[in-house]
């Protein structure tokens, strides 16, 4: 029995599901039985009747898979899969930000650790971030923003406001510049460039259109361009290609490959299976906390 074969027969002993994020590795994708970004397949995952959940992505995903399925098990195959980003706040430090600022509301964006969004008013992601600002700035005046400074600083354009923010970025987004853009777009002067908002301003300055990743991928199905370059990490374009076999998609460069989101592989897929390994552990309390900041998000989102 091939690899495939195996994790399927086990899937169906455990009555397990396998979640990717866009950014897994092409085979991942492949035997998945749902991919997209974090909070999307966190909710799609909690609806499900499914005992385990394995989720091939970073552990603030599969943490908030947990919250969002606390009775559930949840599977990180790979325990090192972190995510730089989550990992340059802590709950101290937010805290200890929230003290300089008594009087801000905080609002975080998904990618953050369970402890920290336990901390936070509310949550969200790179699509709903404009809408979250604006239903917030309604009643007032002062938002912490964390812990995306690039963003943050997207919104705050677009909404004509500046927020307090923290020092964080993702690596992998980061190694993006202009001059990617530009090389790309003289290679291909026919295509349409599509970022991602945790790109550096200068690129997202470039792009004609700057979206999260479910976003790109329906602008690029409804969207009569043939030919894309895609300004984010590089693993959505096997899912981009498979969806629109008919349009060319170019990486703006190789190097917007995040190692964290290459951990896993099918055999991780199959050893977490095998042994129901590594479970994500999170406290019913900080969970609880937790699950509020994303709740308040989907009321208004
Ligand atoms: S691509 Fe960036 S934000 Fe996403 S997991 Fe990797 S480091 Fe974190």
Redesign the pocket.
Known sequence: MDITDQIKKLKKEKNAIILAHN?QLPEVHDIADFVGDSLGLSMTAAKTDADVIVFC??HFMAETAKILSPDKIVLLPDKKAG????DMIDAEGLQALQAQHPHAVTLCYV?TSANVKAHCDYCCTSSNALKMVQHILKSHEEIIFIPDKYLAQYVSAQVGRKFITWEGF????ARLLPENILQARELHPQAKVLAHP?CRPEITALADMVASTEKMCSFVHNDPAVEFIIAT?IGIIHRLKKENPEKIFYPASDKAA?P??KRINLEKILWSLQDLEYEIKVSRDTMDKARRAIERMLQIT
Do not use: R
Request: proline content about 12%; charged content about 10%.
């Open positions: 950014y992505g970073v995510c730089p980003m989550a990618n993702c690596p992998t987004h945790e990490e995040c964290n989101m």
